[in-house]
């Protein structure tokens, strides 16, 4: 999906300007700290295995806040209102 076809999709959501813009930037960054964030945690946990951070409490530590991180960011890019006209 190329950025125009995403803008369509955000302004038929009754998103414009640089609403859409920040909404869809949220969701997109949310989605990849939680994913980030949970594949971390798994390492740090060492149930995924194959890498340095196998093992490593840090890693089980910070995973768990980077995924939170990433589902408050969700969760705004979800919540977040157009404040203007429609």
């Known amino acids: 999906m ?11 959501d009754g998103f414009d300007g640089n ?17 980030a964030g949970t594949v971390f945690a798994l390492q740090g946990f060492g149930v995924l295995g194959g890498s340095a ?3 490593s409490h840090f890693w089980a530590g910070a995973g ?3 995924a939170i991180a990433g ?13 203007g006209p429609r």
């Open 2 to 12: 190329n950025l125009r076809a995403l803008t369509r999709v955000v302004d038929q």
């Open 19 to 35: 609403e859409g813009t920040v909404r869809v930037l949220l969701l997109i960054g949310g989605a990849l700290l939680t994913i």
């Open 53 to 55: 951070m196998s093992g």
């Open 64 to 66: 768990p806040v980077i």
């Open 71 to 83: 589902l408050v960011l969700l969760a705004l890019g979800a919540r977040r209102r157009s404040t």
